[in-house]
């Protein structure tokens, strides 16, 4: 059966972080990539996750706590377009994840917008290892979606194809803006100015 684009993007996740990896759950909301990502790098590795909304912090804090992982999460209530300030300068990360859009059951006014999250994305690609993967899951059936769809998809239509891989995963039959999954895998590290 095939996979749904959140499902899609666990799969992934499972093939490639590796135990002791830093990752980073770019939109924490409940939790549900931070535990995941818990259970992958285990005891040795760390996640970093971001959320601007206080209660998604706390939420998943709790989670984590019942679930024995919190000593391998760090927490920042703060946008993930400042998350690459928080890294290590010789830093690499195993993989990072967004669940763009808003958190269900919450203010859906609070969701993510295409300039913040087009920074985030551009500061975090080049501290990807080889071989690590960056992974978008795009909702754009809300108000702010359609123009954050366009501008990601722009910006990773442009990537330079021997420095990234880019992967778009969805169905394109089914009505109502389905999910789709956007995957970036470094080939080989690229200069910075
Ligand atoms: C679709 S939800 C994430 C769901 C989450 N992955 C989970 O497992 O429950 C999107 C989240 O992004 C958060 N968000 C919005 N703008 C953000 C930003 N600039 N930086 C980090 N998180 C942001 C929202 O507060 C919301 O919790």
Known sequence: MLERAITYSHTLLRQTVKTGDIVIDATVGKGNDTLFLASLVGQTGHIHGFDVQEEAIAITK????????????????????QAHTFLEPDCELGAVIYNLGYLPGSDKRITTMRESTLTSIDTLLPRLRVGGLMLLVVYSGHMQGKDEKEGVLDYVMTLDQNAYSVLQYGFINQKNNPPFLLAIEKRKHVQTS
Do not use: F, M, R, Y
């Not at 391998?72 to 377009?81: A, K, R, T, Y």
């Open 62 to 81: 709790e989670k984590c706590l019942q679930a024995g992982v919190l000593e391998q999460v760090s927490l920042h209530h703060i946008g993930h377009e």
